[in-house]
């Protein structure tokens, strides 16, 4: 099926066109007319599906069609709220691609940066207002946002937002929308508190559900390295030692973690940059640009700052330490092999993470393959240093941190209640 097919406007079909898109993904087969008939939608869908095409395209069209749009005054209709400043970022580069042929105008707004060009925006008028929690709370309470002319609203990575305990936030936002809107909810899980939140904001909803978390993509190639904790920083350098590794995104646990996998890859000659919570916001975009545009060959993520990430051709996920949470992993590996393409997902697995590794393998319903004939297999720590290592051996991303980023807040998610090994 192609776009063509759909009931779509001819500038959001040149817009498509212009961005290469031809063909749909299932998600935006299902949910596109659905929400072009102005009925609310419960999506179950994970990040790389196409989910934010499938709800930016139908608003766009459904707000051009509407008269008034060129007046000078142009109260907000419609919000997408988010959890993160990337995932914001990135959804608002979704607008401008789809609309550029529109008469609409859109804004992000998100905390960590001035927050002047944003006011000045939103007294330009704008008609699509992207926002994280804390950022748009905080502009009604200084009266620049009034959401009672909203018509549409989005609630997107909904389990990521109560992970990261945006909650009582996202029920203060709610609370101040027109209670005739259509409403849209989006969330990669469906954990009780989850499906609680989506009962409270939807009314007699159409379900969509594609790619279940249990499930990886046929296009990543997976594989396991069994390694001692102490020698994987020489195991990482030797697997990005191989040029055929264009890009890759290196997950550690802890924030702390992902400073020194960057570390010490900059040292060894990597085109290497950390993205976690404790980055300001002016870095961690930086980071990603750099990411996108190859100027830095590998990105060093824990779980939170990378959600949302969405870079095209990535070749390579790397999970440095395997997560504690067995659908982490598949998010993870999930950033690979999209829209068709091929991908690659490396596992490093210590002593310690073995049960990690069962419990990933009984998910997915299949064992990762494992690869023996590399130059640290487990128990040979620690090892020699090579010219390539000249630095001591350190153990990045220590389980000792008391709060990881990723453990924090994985607990919270689904059924799965086990922390990490001290």
């Given at each position: 099926m192609s776009f063509t097919k759909l009931p779509l406007i001819e500038p959001i079909l040149e817009a498509l066109s212009a961005e290469g898109y031809t063909t749909p993904t299932p998600i935006q087969e299902q949910a596109i007319p659905i929400l072009l008939d102005r009925r609310d939608l419960l999506g179950c869908a994970q990040t790389g599906t196409g989910k934010t095409a499938a709800f930016a395209i139908p608003i766009l069209q459904i707000l051009s069609e509407q008269k008034g749009s060129e007046r000078g005054q142009r109260p907000i209709k419609a919000l997408i709220l988010t959890p993160t400043r990337e995932l914001a970022i990135q959804i608002g580069e979704s607008f401008?691609?789809?609309?550029?042929?529109?008469?609409?105008?859109?804004?992000?707004?998100?905390?960590?940066?001035?927050?002047?060009?944003?006011?000045?925006?939103?007294?330009?008028?704008?008609?699509?207002?992207?926002?994280?929690?804390?950022?748009?709370?905080?502009?009604m309470n200084q009266r620049f946002i009034d959401l009672r002319t909203i018509e549409l609203f989005?609630?997107?990575?909904?389990?990521?937002?109560?992970?990261m305990g945006f909650v009582h936030d996202v029920k203060k936002v709610i609370a101040k929308l027109p209670s005739q809107r259509q409403s849209l909810f989006f969330s990669a899980t469906m954990p009780p508190d989850v499906a609680k939140l989506a009962d409270s904001i939807l009314r007699k909803p159409a379900k969509v559900e594609v790619t279940p978390v249990s499930s990886t993509a046929e296009t990543v190639k997976q594989a396991v390295y069994f390694v001692d904790k102490a020698n994987k920083k020489r195991l990482l350098i030797h697997l990005l030692n191989d040029p055929k590794i264009g890009s890759a995104l290196v997950f550690a646990r802890t924030k702390h973690g992902a400073d020194k996998v960057a570390k010490d890859l900059a040292k060894?000659?990597?085109?290497?940059?950390?993205?976690?919570?404790?980055?300001?916001?002016?870095?961690?975009?930086?980071?990603?640009?750099?990411?996108?545009?190859?100027?830095?060959?590998?990105?060093?993520?824990?779980?939170?700052?990378?959600?949302?990430?969405?870079?095209?051709?990535?070749?390579?996920?790397?999970?440095?330490?395997?997560?504690?949470?067995?659908?982490?992993?598949?998010?993870?590996?999930?950033?690979?092999?999209?829209?068709g393409n091929n991908g690659v997902a490396f596992s490093f697995c210590d002593a310690e993470e073995k049960e990690y590794l069962r419990d990933i393998n009984k998910l997915i319903a299949k064992a990762i393959p494992v690869v023996d004939n590399h130059p640290y297999p487990l128990g040979t720590a620690p090892a020699i240093e090579s010219p390539e290592q000249p630095t001591r051996s350190q153990t990045p991303g220590n389980r000792s941190e008391k709060r990881s980023e990723t453990a924090s807040n994985d607990f919270r998610n689904g059924n799965r209640r086990r922390f990490s090994r001290r």
């Open positions: 401008t691609a789809y609309g550029k042929y529109l008469n609409l105008r859109h804004t992000v707004i998100f905390g960590g940066v001035s927050q002047h060009a944003q006011t000045q925006a939103l007294k330009a008028g704008v008609d699509i207002l992207i926002a994280t929690p804390g950022r748009l709370l905080d502009l989005v609630l997107d990575e909904a389990d990521r937002m109560l992970d060894a000659g990597i085109q290497a940059e950390a993205i976690h919570g404790n980055k300001s916001q002016n870095a961690r975009q930086r980071a990603l640009s750099n990411f996108k545009t190859r100027q830095t060959r590998v990105l060093v993520a824990t779980d939170i700052a990378a959600r949302g990430i969405d870079v095209e051709e990535l070749s390579h996920v790397i999970n440095y330490e395997l997560p504690n949470v067995p659908e982490t992993y598949v998010h993870r590996i999930g950033r690979t092999g999209r829209a």
